[in-house]
């Protein structure tokens, strides 16, 4: 709730000096030229998207670069959908990765603990898919659960 208050109060004072400044029909212009720029950004982000999954599957990026990279280009885009100057300027920052270099070294991604090692494999074959998923545990087992959900629905066509 605290941060809510902190960007509403930045967002106000910014909006209005800025507003005061270059007046209420260019505000009108920035505020439409933003959000034309932040939908264009997230239409061809799958475009991107595509090109980093590719990158992610061969090994290429590892997966903190994979989220640092794509995240930031959809934060930011959405950032500049919304109206205002404090949201535009944090958008710009996120479509030039500045704060998503910064909030990854303040938030750090949870790495397995007690040993734990994730393996998983994937094929794609047009007439096969293969899925494995090897979990070797080596410590504590006494809150492990493994699900396999099979549906066997035909009537939903996709």
Same mark, same amino acid.
């Given at each position: 709730?605290?941060?809510?208050?902190?960007?509403?109060?930045?967002?106000?004072?910014?909006?209005?000096?800025?507003?005061?400044?270059?007046?209420?029909?260019?505000?009108?212009? /920035?505020?439409?030229?933003?959000?034309?720029?932040?939908?264009?950004?997230?239409?061809?982000?799958?475009?991107?998207?595509?090109?980093?999954?590719? !990158?992610?599957?061969?090994?290429?990026?590892?997966?903190? /670069?994979?989220? !640092?990279?794509?995240?930031?280009?959809?934060?930011?885009? $959405?950032?500049?959908?919304?109206?205002?100057?404090?949201?535009?300027?944090?958008?710009?920052?996120?479509?030039?990765?500045?704060?998503?270099?910064?909030?990854?070294?303040?938030?750090?991604? !949870?790495?397995?603990?007690?040993?734990?090692?994730?393996?998983?494999?994937?094929?794609?074959?047009?007439?096969?898919?293969? #899925?494995?998923?090897?979990?070797?545990?080596?410590?504590?087992?006494? /809150?492990?659960?493994? $699900? /396999?959900?099979?549906?066997?629905?035909?009537?939903? !066509? #996709?």
């Amino acid at each position: 709730m605290i941060y809510f208050l902190i960007y509403l109060f930045l967002e106000v004072m910014i909006s209005t000096f800025l507003a005061s400044s270059i007046g209420g029909m260019n505000t009108f212009f /920035e505020i439409l030229v933003s959000a034309v720029i932040g939908i264009f950004i997230l239409k061809n982000f799958k475009l991107s998207l595509t090109q980093s999954i590719s !990158k992610a599957r061969t090994g290429q990026i590892t997966q903190e /670069e994979f989220i !640092k990279t794509n995240a930031g280009r959809a934060i930011g885009a $959405v950032f500049l959908i919304i109206p205002g100057f404090f949201t535009d300027i944090l958008g710009i920052l996120f479509q030039f990765s500045f704060l998503v270099v910064l909030f990854s070294k303040i938030f750090k991604f !949870k790495t397995p603990t007690n040993g734990t090692t994730y393996s998983t494999h994937f094929e794609y074959n047009p007439k096969n898919f293969s #899925h494995t998923n090897n979990t070797t545990y080596k410590g504590k087992q006494d /809150e492990i659960i493994d $699900v /396999e959900i099979i549906d066997d629905n035909k009537s939903i !066509k #996709h």
